[in-house]
């Protein structure tokens, strides 16, 4: 089954394709070297995607200009910045608040929760993304982390400064 995500909005302003394709130019090579670091260090997270590796999935981070398309097909990887007027076909949709994306990677938030508190959206074929999601909580250690590290201490104070500001945003929430 293939979908085709919608915008968030079908209002767009002057220039917005601008500059989210100026965005994606700009975490593209960052994006490039973070997926070719993932599959040479957890080579065995694509294997437990079974049939689901071919699957185009749409990652949405809803506040951000872009949108993020992820093969995970070790043959033909790709992970990619997508501005939000050229959004491709997907055969699943994930779409969240950025920093609850970055957790769910890492498995430090609950995606059950996430989803029935309607906090995260999955649309089109929920089964490789509940492989994608078990194929990431088998795995051992932080995607993150390791990301975050390839960049040195730049990285790190990067990752540490997000994490403290959204523990900050989520203070007076009830727990997850």
Same mark, same amino acid.
């Given at each position: 089954?293939?979908?085709?995500?919608?915008?968030?909005?079908?209002?767009? %302003? $002057?220039?917005? @394709? =601008? /500059?989210? !394709?100026?965005?994606?130019?700009?975490?593209?090579?960052?994006?490039?070297?973070?997926?070719?670091?993932?599959?040479?260090?957890?080579?065995?997270?694509?294997?437990?995607?079974?049939?689901?590796?071919?699957?185009?999935?749409?990652?949405?981070?809803?506040?951000?200009?872009?949108?993020?398309?992820?093969?995970?097909?070790?043959?033909?990887?790709?992970?990619?910045?997508?501005?939000?007027?050229? %959004? $491709?076909?997907? @055969? =699943? /949709?994930? !779409?969240?608040?950025?920093?609850?994306?970055?957790?769910?990677?890492?498995?430090?938030?609950?995606?059950?929760?996430?989803?029935?508190?309607?906090?995260?959206?999955?649309?089109?074929d929920t089964e490789a993304v509940v492989r994608?999601?078990?194929?990431?909580?088998?795995?051992?250690?932080?995607?993150?982390?390791?990301?975050?590290?390839?960049?040195?201490?730049?990285?790190?104070?990067?990752?540490?400064?997000?994490?403290?500001?959204?523990?900050?945003?989520?203070?007076?929430?009830?727990?997850?």
């Amino acid at each position: 089954m293939t979908v085709q995500s919608p915008t968030r909005s079908q209002l767009r %302003l $002057p220039g917005q @394709g =601008a /500059v989210e !394709r100026l965005a994606c130019a700009v975490v593209q090579p960052i994006l490039s070297r973070i997926v070719r670091r993932i599959a040479d260090t957890h080579p065995t997270l694509f294997a437990r995607l079974g049939p689901h590796q071919t699957t185009d999935f749409l990652i949405d981070p809803v506040e951000l200009p872009f949108a993020l398309h992820l093969r995970p097909d070790p043959g033909a990887l790709v992970l990619r910045a997508v501005p939000r007027d050229a %959004l $491709p076909l997907a @055969g =699943a /949709v994930i !779409r969240g608040k950025f920093m609850l994306l970055l957790e769910l990677v890492d498995s430090e938030e609950d995606g059950d929760a996430a989803f029935f508190s309607r906090d995260l959206e999955v649309t089109g074929d929920t089964e490789a993304v509940v492989r994608l999601r078990n194929a990431l909580d088998d795995m051992d250690g932080s995607i993150i982390a390791d990301t975050a590290e390839m960049f040195g201490p730049p990285g790190r104070a990067i990752l540490a400064r997000l994490r403290r500001s959204y523990s900050t945003d989520t203070k007076g929430d009830e727990p997850r």
